[in-house]
């Protein structure tokens, strides 16, 4: 079975700048998650998804991260523009439902400079 | 607001050893809990998931346990090795909080 898949792995941007991740769930998983992660923190999720419908995006900050899952599959996080504190590893996850084990990505390093 | 605590922040112990980690949470009004590890520049491994309704679940030499009235769970290493030296994350869903980690290194 194919794991979550991430891309890109590493991203270095100037603050300002735009940038997007892109995350493919393990088949027929229905929820999807995106956590942020800062260095010596647990990940604090941004938004998690249950096919293409929005469950919780109470932590997202709206005014510049956005993030959508076309078709109940893959998903995309955009950040626009960036600041420096945006500067984490970005986890995608998945599961079957809520509640069941989440199967993590390998996570996007992000530098922003 | 669901907010997740793990005691201690970091642990040393020598190798063959029996550990314990702690993860306690505020809100008792949760869907499940589970551990995970991290390596090094890694994304998380799902170790154990316990689910509200259950105490505890046990996979080789892990052994976490779930006391929803208090608030808190266990995570029980047994016969330590090198190889378990990693952080260990744990989570709760209801509202999915992580905690910050304990970092675990085993010495040889």
């Known amino acids: 079975e194919a794991g979550v898949a991430q891309s890109p792995r590493y991203k270095i941007i100037e603050k300002r700048q735009s940038v997007a991740f892109w995350c493919n769930p393990i088949?027929?998983?229905?929820?999807l998650y995106w956590y942020q992660q800062i260095l010596g923190q647990g990940p604090k999720l941004l938004i998690q998804f249950q096919n293409n419908g929005v469950v919780d995006d109470s932590q997202l900050p709206k005014d510049r991260f956005s993030a959508e899952r076309l078709k109940g599959v893959d998903s995309t996080l955009k950040i626009q523009p960036a600041k420096l504190e945006d500067s984490a590893v970005y986890l995608c996850?998945?599961?079957?439902?809520?509640?069941?084990?989440?199967?993590f990505g390998p996570g996007t390093r992000l530098t922003v400079t | 607001k669901q907010e997740v605590t793990q005691i201690p922040a970091a642990l040393s112990v020598p190798e063959g050893e029996n550990l314990v980690l702690n993860c306690s949470f505020t809100d008792s009004a949760i869907y499940n809990l589970q551990w995970f590890r991290q390596d090094p520049g890694k994304g998380l491994t799902s170790l154990l998931l316990i689910q509200s309704s259950q105490r505890e679940q046990t996979s080789g030499r892990l052994n976490a346990s779930l006391d929803k009235s208090s608030g808190r769970s266990t995570l029980y290493i047994a016969a330590s090795q090198p190889g378990d030296s990693a952080t260990y994350l744990c989570?709760?869903?209801?509202?999915?909080?992580f905690g910050a980690g304990t970092r675990l290194t085993v010495k040889p």
């Open positions: 989570a709760v869903e209801g509202d999915m909080r």
């Open positions: 088949s027929g998983h229905a929820t």
């Open positions: 996850a998945s599961s079957l439902d809520p509640g069941y084990e989440q199967y």
